[in-house]
C-alpha cells in the first residue's frame, strides 16, 4: 500500500498548500534543525531541507530531514545531481524511503565552483529531468535505471523546480514541460518578486493544460534589506527583482524595513494565490524561520489541514 505524505495528502485534497523550507547548518548540531523545525510546526504542510545549497558543505539533506521528521513535520528531502552519480542517487532514494521520508525534490545542483570547495569535482551524471525519471520508474515499475526489478519501491511523492524568469523566458515553460512528462507531481519555483512575469508564466502554462497534471507551488520569500534586494537584483542569476520592489523598500525608515520585507511576502502571496494553476506557495525563509508564522498567519493561511497518519 502506497505511504502518502502529509503534503500529498493535503494537495490530493485540492488545498491551497504551505510548504517550507529549513538551511542546514555548517556543523554537526542537530539543535539548529530543531530549532527550526519547532518554528515552523503548525505552519507548513512539509519543509524542505536544501543539499549543499550554493555548492557549501552543510549537514546532509536527509539528515537533517530526519531530525525535522522526529519533530513531527513531514520533510521534502533535496537531492541534487552535483555530488553524486547515478548509483549513489538511487542508493539514497532507497535509503530515505526507508526512513519514512516520503516527498523528494530533484535538481540539479549549484555548480562546485559558487561554493567553499571550488576544485572539487562535479559529478553530473544525470541531470534533473533524468533524476525525476529515474525515481518515478523506480516507484511505478520496480525497476532501477539498469532495468534490474527490486523487491518494494520507494513510495515517493516526486517535486523539480522550475524557474519562470530564466532566459530565454520561453524555454522555461518548455523545460517544465519535460519535467512533468517525467514524472514530476510537484513543482516549486524559484522566488516571486516580479508577479507580472510569473502570471504570464502561468498563462503559459495553462495554455499547455501543465497546471492539470502537476501541483505548482510559487516560490514566495521575505527580504531583510535594501541591500539584500539589490544583492538578489545584480548578483544571483536567475532572479528578477523589478526596480518597483527596491523603491518600495527604500520608501520606509531603515528600521521598518525588515517589517515591509514581511508585509511584501504577504501581499505577493495574495497575488499569487488569484492566479488560475496555483496550487500552494514554497516560503522560502532561510535563516530568518521566525518570520514564517506572522506570513502565514497575515496571509490567512491558518490554520493547515490535518489529515490522520
Not at 9 to 19: D, G, K, N, S
Not at 114 to 119: D, Q, T, V, W, Y
Not at 226 to 241: E, F, L, N
Not at 242 to 267: F, M, N, T
Request: net charge neutral.
Amino acid at each position: 500500500m502506497k505511504t502518502k505524505s502529509n503534503l500529498e495528502r493535503v494537495l490530493e485534497a485540492e488545498q491551497f498548500a504551505v510548504t517550507g523550507e529549513l538551511g542546514p547548518p555548517q556543523s554537526a548540531d542537530p539543535e539548529v534543525i530543531r530549532r527550526k523545525a519547532k518554528i515552523l510546526k503548525g505552519n507548513v504542510d512539509a519543509f524542505n531541507v536544501t543539499d549543499g545549497q550554493t555548492a557549501v558543505v552543510r549537514m546532509a539533506s536527509w539528515a537533517a530531514c530526519l531530525i525535522g521528521k522526529e519533530e513531527g513535520l513531514d520533510p521534502i528531502v533535496q537531492m541534487t545531481c552535483r555530488d553524486r552519480n547515478r548509483i549513489a542517487l538511487q542508493m539514497d532514494v532507497l535509503g530515505i524511503a526507508a526512513l519514512g521520508i516520503n516527498n523528494m525534490l530533484c535538481l540539479t545542483g549549484d555548480h562546485q565552483k559558487f561554493g567553499n570547495h571550488p576544485m572539487a569535482k562535479g559529478v553530473y551524471d544525470v541531470d534533473s529531468i533524468q533524476l525525476v525519471k529515474m525515481v518515478k520508474d523506480m516507484r511505478d515499475e520496480k525497476k532501477f535505471q539498469c532495468g534490474d526489478e527490486m523487491a518494494v519501491e520507494p513510495r515517493l511523492f516526486i517535486g523539480a523546480a522550475a524557474n519562470p524568469f530564466a532566459d530565454p523566458f520561453e524555454f522555461r515553460v518548455v523545460r517544465l514541460a519535460k519535467k512533468v512528462a517525467a514524472g514530476a507531481d510537484f513543482i516549486q519555483t524559484q522566488i516571486i518578486y516580479n508577479v507580472d512575469k510569473f502570471a504570464e508564466w502561468m498563462k503559459m502554462v495553462r495554455d499547455r493544460g501543465l497546471h492539470e497534471r502537476v501541483k505548482i507551488l510559487a516560490g514566495v520569500a521575505p527580504i531583510k534589506s535594501v541591500g539584500v534586494a539589490q544583492y538578489m537584483k545584480t548578483r544571483v542569476p536567475g532572479m528578477d527583482v523589478p526596480d518597483s520592489i527596491i523603491a518600495r523598500l527604500q520608501g520606509v525608515p531603515k528600521e521598518q524595513v525588515s517589517k515591509e520585507g514581511i508585509q511584501l511576502c504577504i501581499d505577493i502571496i495574495n497575488q499569487v494565490r488569484e492566479i488560475e494553476g496555483v496550487a500552494g506557495i514554497h516560503l522560502m525563509a532561510i535563516e530568518w524561520e521566525e518570520a514564517v508564522p506572522e506570513i502565514v498567519e497575515s496571509a490567512g493561511l491558518l490554520p493547515r489541514p490535518k489529515f490522520t497518519p
